[in-house]
């Protein structure tokens, strides 16, 4: 089993539209969580951390299902600049990054 | 805002010579990293770096690799007899020392590396 597992999609959204991605970890001991956004041939930028009790940033909103081993990403009302792909992260030992393969966004007008 | 800054953009090399990619972490950062990203794959980290020492690396980190911190600014990779499979995307990345901000880490621009 992969160490993190997301949906490579694309996803092909209209603007305004809501969309979710999701993403498995096999790892029931890690800690912490986080989805990072790529821009293509640009490097990984920090989105947000992911908190147990779920968090939102603006139109952002992840959580968290340590029981499942699951991780969601919402964002609400798309923009055409949310055209990315984006990375399921988990952080491991010495605080190395665990990436997933990225799901890739496309946010049509 | 201070940012992780890497040179060069883009390197290209022949099969069997030797590179060295520069990076300067952010300033009052204590842990770095390498992470390496093939065309078309995902990102894969090599190492981590704290306290002048190697913290950790992958298998993807045999002993062609080494990693230096010079001076106390930079950080570099050296990758001493590169093969055609080491093409790809390098960041360097850094985060500092605190409750919340020793897990967020910050990623340079990259050098992509071509070797023919």
């Known amino acids: 089993r992969k160490e993190v597992e997301q949906d490579p999609g694309p996803f092909n959204v209209p603007e305004g539209a809501t969309v979710a991605f999701n993403c498995t970890y096999s790892n029931s001991a890690s800690q912490s969580f986080f989805w990072y956004r790529q821009d293509c041939r640009k490097e990984p930028k920090l989105l947000m951390s992911v908190y147990s009790s779920g968090n939102e940033d603006g139109r952002f909103t992840a959580q968290l299902n340590r029981a499942s081993q699951y991780i969601s990403l919402l964002i609400r009302d798309s923009k055409l600049s949310d055209s990315a792909t984006y990375l399921c992260v988990v952080m491991g030992s010495s605080y190395k990054l665990i990436f997933g393969s990225g799901t890739r966004l496309l946010v049509r007008p | 805002e201070p940012e992780v800054t890497q040179t060069p953009s883009h390197q290209v090399t022949q099969m069997g010579q030797e590179v060295i990619l520069r990076c300067v972490p952010i300033?009052?950062?204590?842990?770095f990293y390498w992470y390496r990203q093939i065309l078309g794959q995902k990102v894969e980290f090599l190492v981590s770096f704290y306290n002048n020492e190697i913290s950790e690396k992958s298998e993807i980190f045999d002993d062609q690799f080494s990693v230096e911190r010079p001076d106390g600014s930079n950080f570099t990779l050296k990758i001493r007899s590169t093969k055609l499979e080491d093409s790809a995307m390098y960041f360097c990345?850094?985060?500092?020392?605190?409750?919340?901000?020793?897990?967020?880490?910050?990623f340079g621009p990259g050098t992509r590396l071509l070797v023919l």
């Open positions: 300033s009052n950062h204590l842990y």
């Open positions: 990345a850094s985060s500092g020392m605190g409750l919340n901000l020793q897990e967020t880490q910050y």
